[in-house]
Each structure stands twice: as structure tokens, then as C-alpha cells.
């Protein structure tokens, strides 16, 4: 149709969401190297997979992760489903949306369940590197489990991640928050302590002092290090049973040589923790990165309205891990395709499809040219697509019932070129591969 408005100007670009990225082609090898690395892990040690809603009910993360935390007061994606009025949120972690599913589906009839997930999760925080509004967690929740084992298989299972990734330099911290009357009297000395020292506080741990102290020792204000340091720590607080379990895990963790350090100032973000709680920190480019947190949860069940079961689990943030591996030059290879298909035309497309179809019968990754053009352009796309093989399909040669291998990459066979009848391509181009030069 005829465009009569000189007027007429090209839509505005569209951009994503500000802190919500693009995984592109090129940075796919990098996270299927690390999704595969955690789905072998995971299934190494017995934990089966679970995918939840990536909506939940806004009170689930309310009471789950608990009113006064960053989280719930500041970052959570709530709206009101328009439709019906309910109150919705996008999950910004999946401990909470794993449990209520558990909960639901009676999961823990029959006994403990190991469990884990892996997907996006929403938080409204500011972007930067490391901190996204959208970014993505892999994490293992084992229901069911109360002792000290459970925590240290948890612990095990990320050291082998990291090994399986090739990542050097995470070390593990940990700390306990023993038993909610060891934290209750741990928390009037906190209180006091802080009062004392009011003038040291910022806003929002002013804010906190009442509602929740424990959480000023997470603060991320340098300035406030002196006040947290000197204040009372939960330790020793400790009773005989939160001790033992402690002191049980860290046996656990010396006989499987995994080393660790005790930091007193570990409290984790999220309300429902108690016991053992573990953080593991790397080194990015001089600044330390926790790239995965976790710990015990054990009334989390409850709170959320299913009989009581001890639980523990960690998440890591996936970005973090990928930003490590880059920085550590694990990055995997491209990938790239087998043979590139290059025909005539119209004239040789229904034979150069089947051959293609044929060749991935075989098993090989092929690229067929779609959209015409002369051979020597589809030489030079064949060269950029990486291919290690053209199969060249001209007028001439599809009548004569053949075609044409070309080795494309030098060193063995490189500008070599072979006849192969049609109908035994897929054969010739597997040998080919093989490094059997007699085709
Ligand atoms: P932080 O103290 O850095 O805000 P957090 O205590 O909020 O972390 P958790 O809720 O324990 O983090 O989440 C587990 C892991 O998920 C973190 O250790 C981190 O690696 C990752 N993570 C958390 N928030 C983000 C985010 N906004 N962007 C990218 N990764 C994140
Ligand atoms: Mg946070």
C-alpha cells in the first residue's frame, strides 16, 4: 500500500525493564555449562527437581520471610490482580514458594524430601553489578531433615559445585543462631547494646533497634562496623543442644577436609532462620561476593501452616556464580554447528532439506542455508557459522543423485573437497568427523 504521510516517524526503540537482562546467544555455553554442572550434582546426592508458580500470594512471602526484612519491606514486585482483587507478588526467592508447595501437595507423608529448584527471582533494588531485579537462583531445600548431617550435606553438595565449575577461592563462612529463647535473651543485650550507642546507628537500623536488632548486624553501612563489631554475640548465648549441633556440624565439615571460618556477625536476611546458618564468599576483582547463603530453617513448616518439620537449604545467586567463572576463565567454547548446507536453490531445496534432516538422524548439529544467493555468499556465511563442513548441493551434481563434501577448517582435510553419493551423506559426513580421510 501506498505510504501517502510525510509525516511518518519510526516507532520509538523499546528497551527491557531497567535491572532485568538479556541472556544473548553468546553467554547461553556459560549457563548451560553451570546449569548442567548443578542439575549432575543435584541428582548426585539425591535431590529431585521442583518448579513453583513464579506468582505467589503476597502473604506467603510476608510470613514466610517476615515483615521486617529488606525484602518485604522494600524489594518485593506486589500487585493487585485486576481481575479478581487478590494480592499478588513475583517470587523474590524460592524457599517460601517450595514449602507452601510441599505443604499442599502433602510432599513429607512418606518421610524427608530432598529438594531443588532453579529459576528467576524478583527484587526491587538498585542495579548494579552483582544486584539485579531480576536474576536467577538455583537452590536445594531438604525437608524433613533436623540434624547436623543435613547441614553438612548441604554444605558438601555446593563445594562439589564449585569444584565440578572449576571455581577456586570460595570460602565458606558460618555461624548458629541457636533456638528462638537463646536469640530472645541474646536480643535484650543487643538492644541495650545498641542503645547505648544510639548515636552510631543510621536510619534504618534506629528503625530496627525494636523490631529487629539481630538484623543491624547485617547491615552494609562501613560506617556503622564499630558499633556491630563490639556488640554482644549470639554465641554465647548458645545452650547445650544449639552447641552441639554446631559443634557437631563443624566435625562433620573438618572429616570431609572442608575448611571454613566462624563469623559471629552471620545472621543471614530472612526471619525463619535458627541453628546453622553458612554463607560462601569469593573474591571479585579485590571485593568480596557472597554468592550463595543458606542455613536452618526448622519453623518455617510450621509458620506456614504445615505440621512441623525441620528443614535446611541454601540459594545462590546465579549471576554472581557466572560473574566468578568469567573472572576465572572458565567460560566454555561457542558452540558451534557440524555442516552448513549449501544448494542452488529452489531448485535443490527439497534435496538439500532431506539431506539435513538426514545428517541430524546422525546426530550432527546442521545449519541449512535458507534464502537464496549466490555460492560464494553462502561460502562466507558458512565460514562465520563455524561449521567444520559444507555439504554443497549444485543443479548438476542433485540430478546426478550427489554432492559434495568441503572441509572448511584447516589443519586435517582443510579446502579438500569429496564426492559423496546423496543418499550415503549423513555416513560420509560422520567418518568425515571421525577423521577418516579415505571418503
Ligand atoms: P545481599 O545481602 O547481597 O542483598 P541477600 O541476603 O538478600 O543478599 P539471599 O536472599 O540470601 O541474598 O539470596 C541468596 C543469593 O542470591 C545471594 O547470596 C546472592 O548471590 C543472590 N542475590 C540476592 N539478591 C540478588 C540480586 N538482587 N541480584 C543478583 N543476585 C542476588
Ligand atoms: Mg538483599
Known amino acids: 500500500m501506498h505510504d501517502d504521510n510525510p509525516n511518518r516517524s519510526t516507532p520509538p526503540k523499546l528497551n527491557g525493564v531497567r535491572g532485568m537482562n538479556d541472556v544473548l546467544p553468546a553467554d547461553e555455553p556459560l549457563w548451560r555449562a553451570f546449569e548442567e554442572a548443578v542439575a549432575d550434582t543435584m541428582r548426585s546426592y539425591g535431590y529431585r527437581q521442583i518448579r513453583t508458580p513464579i506468582v505467589e500470594h503476597t502473604r506467603l512471602f510476608v510470613r514466610g520471610i517476615g515483615e521486617v526484612t529488606d525484602i518485604v519491606e522494600k524489594e518485593m514486585y506486589s500487585f493487585t490482580d485486576v481481575l479478581n482483587g487478590e494480592d499478588l507478588t513475583l517470587r523474590p526467592e524460592n524457599t517460601a514458594g517450595v514449602v507452601r508447595a510441599a505443604i499442599e501437595h502433602n510432599l513429607l507423608y512418606d518421610g524427608p524430601k530432598r529438594l531443588w529448584y532453579a529459576g528467576p527471582m524478583f527484587r526491587h533494588e538498585r542495579p548494579q553489578k552483582g544486584r539485579y531485579r531480576q536474576f536467577h537462583q538455583v537452590g536445594a531445600e531438604a525437608l524433613g531433615l533436623a540434624g547436623p548431617d543435613a547441614d553438612a550435606e548441604v554444605i558438601l553438595m555446593c563445594q562439589r559445585l564449585w569444584d565440578q565449575l572449576g571455581l577456586a577461592g570460595v570460602s565458606l563462612e558460618i555461624n548458629s543462631l541457636g533456638a528462638a529463647d537463646e536469640r530472645r535473651a541474646h536480643r535484650e543485650a543487643l538492644i541495650a547494646h545498641f542503645e547505648a550507642h544510639r548515636d552510631q546507628l543510621d536510619a534504618d537500623a534506629q528503625r530496627r533497634l525494636h523490631s529487629n536488632p539481630l538484623r543491624?548486624?547485617?547491615?552494609?553501612?562501613?560506617?556503622?562496623?564499630?558499633?556491630?563489631?563490639?556488640?554482644?554475640?549470639?554465641?554465647?548465648?548458645?545452650?547445650?543442644?544449639?552447641?552441639?549441633?554446631?559443634?557437631?556440624?563443624?566435625t562433620l565439615l573438618r572429616a570431609?577436609?572442608?575448611?571454613?571460618?566462624?563469623?559471629?556477625r552471620l545472621v543471614r536476611g530472612l526471619d525463619y532462620y535458627n541453628l546453622t546458618v553458612f554463607e560462601w564468599v569469593a573474591d571479585l576483582g579485590g571485593a568480596a561476593l557472597t554468592i550463595c547463603g543458606g542455613g536452618r530453617y526448622d519453623p518455617l513448616v510450621e509458620m506456614l501452616g504445615g505440621k512441623p518439620a525441620p528443614a535446611c537449604g541454601f540459594a545462590m545467586g546465579v549471576e554472581r556464580v557466572l560473574e566468578l567463572m568469567r573472572a576465572q576463565g572458565g567460560e566454555p567454547a561457542q558452540a558451534q554447528c557440524d555442516v552448513y548446507v549449501v544448494h542452488h536453490g529452489d531448485?535443490?531445496?527439497?534435496?538439500?532439506?532431506?539431506?539435513?534432516?538426514?545428517?541430524?538422524?546422525?546426530?550432527?548439529?546442521?545449519?541449512?542455508?535458507?534464502?537464496?544467493?549466490s555460492f560464494k555468499s553462502q561460502f562466507r556465511r558458512a565460514d562465520g557459522s563455524g561449521a567444520q563442513f559444507a555439504l554443497i548441493l549444485g543443479v548438476d551434481e542433485v540430478a546426478r543423485g550427489e554432492a559434495s563434501?568441503?572441509?572448511?577448517?584447516?589443519?586435517?582435510?582443510?579446502?579438500?573437497?569429496?564426492?559423496?553419493?546423496?543418499?550415503?551423506?549423513?555416513?560420509?559426513?560422520?567418518d568425515a568427523i571421525a577423521g577418516d580421510a579415505s571418503i
Open 405 to 430: 563434501i568441503k572441509w572448511l577448517r584447516e589443519g586435517e582435510g582443510g579446502g579438500r573437497q569429496a564426492t559423496v553419493p546423496l543418499d550415503r551423506v549423513a555416513e560420509a559426513l560422520a
Open 347 to 373: 531448485a535443490t531445496l527439497e534435496a538439500a532439506m532431506q539431506a539435513a534432516e538426514r545428517i541430524r538422524d546422525a546426530g550432527l548439529d546442521v545449519l541449512l542455508h535458507c534464502g537464496g544467493g
Open 216 to 250: 543491624i548486624l547485617d547491615t552494609k553501612n562501613p560506617e556503622m562496623r564499630g558499633v556491630v563489631e563490639s556488640a554482644p554475640r549470639l554465641i554465647d548465648f548458645l545452650g547445650a543442644d544449639s552447641l552441639a549441633h554446631f559443634e557437631r556440624l563443624q
Open 256 to 264: 570431609q577436609n572442608l575448611p571454613f571460618r566462624i563469623n559471629p
